[in-house]
């Protein structure tokens, strides 16, 4: 007994220090970097000006007049950048060291929430902190200043209680639109419809708020976050791949092919929906999301209840094949980055893209395949 306590003790140490590094890198990287933090889209909106519009009028090219910085594109529900909008009485440098520092608060809360409510031990909560704080996927979303761990929450709070007050705030989770969905899904599956309305409020209240304040006609602006979408989706190259990507050699419209990989994750989500474990449900609702859009690397912080739940369950073989599937998304790409001389956006594009998700594809598959036939295959 006093080895394995020894041993644990060891292991914390060593995990302890490697996450602690980890860490400061990603705060130094956001100090630095924090490209993907929509400041600049937000500050336009608190001057009173439609960003929507403004890069739909092709201001947004990079020039020197240019009130946009870097890919700062604007892509996401109005409800954001309203929420945003306090940051932008800081000045650019202190409202990146504010953000990296809620970012990284954000990073410690959610598996710590996740692993309380669910019940693990602290030596397996120690572990879930360890393995995310120490991985590329968590210093790259610190240091681009990303918006997905925020969202996270608010997906999650359904599945940590009912109340009605919960319900209508995980509507912020529809601010961006490739991980929201999953969410309405959710609840459309469920035939819960008092839930589709209460969590609409978010949507509503942000779009009449940025309607108000940039002066904006309410039935222009409702499309408008699309419209940047397709703007932006016009460009080669410019969103990651599925393998749904695939269909469009088919020249099928554009609409279908949008409406297959969604129609496909509802009958998914159809198949979880009755899961009685919570955590295993959200876990697969997660990877669910992940599988059926595109994103990029920083949106596999959704893992993160995957990894809560595979540590608990860890004498289960599917929970091996679920951590070798983190790892591989958690470590090894980076990994590989510096074997092939790849950098970490260029994961989620061309023959690399397809691959990565296609193995997503392919566990998300194997865990809904084994719950639907009640395996529990034990390796301990």
Known sequence: MKLIYKYKL???LILGLISSISTTKAFLDAQNLSFDFHF???KLVAEGINHYQYILDGKHDHGPDDKLMYDQNGNYAQGLFIILIPFTWLGWEDAKLVWSIINIALALIIPLVLCKKFKLDNFKTFLVLSIFL???IFRIHIGYGQHTLILLIFLILPFLNKKIFSIALSGIVYFKY???????LYFLSLKRFKYIFLSSFPLIFGWLSYCYITNTNLLTNILEPLRVIMYWNSEANHFPVTVFNLINYLKINSLITLAIPILVNFYFILKIKNIEDDLKKLSLLCLSILCFTPHQL???VLLIP????????????ISLINLILIFYFFYFLRLLSFIFNFQPWDFPYGYLGYMNNLIL?????????????NKKIKIF
Request: no cysteine; charged share 5%.
């Open 298 to 300: 920083h949106d596999y």
């Open 306 to 317: 995957l990894l809560v739940y595979s540590l608990k369950h860890y004498q289960y073989l």
């Open 134 to 136: 120490s991985s590329t």
């Open 10 to 12: 060891i292991i914390i």
């Open 178 to 184: 490739n991980i929201g969905y999953g969410l309405f």
């Open 40 to 42: 600049s889209p937000t």
């Open 361 to 373: 594809i392919s566990i998300f598959i194997l865990n809904v395949f084994l719950i639907n036939n």
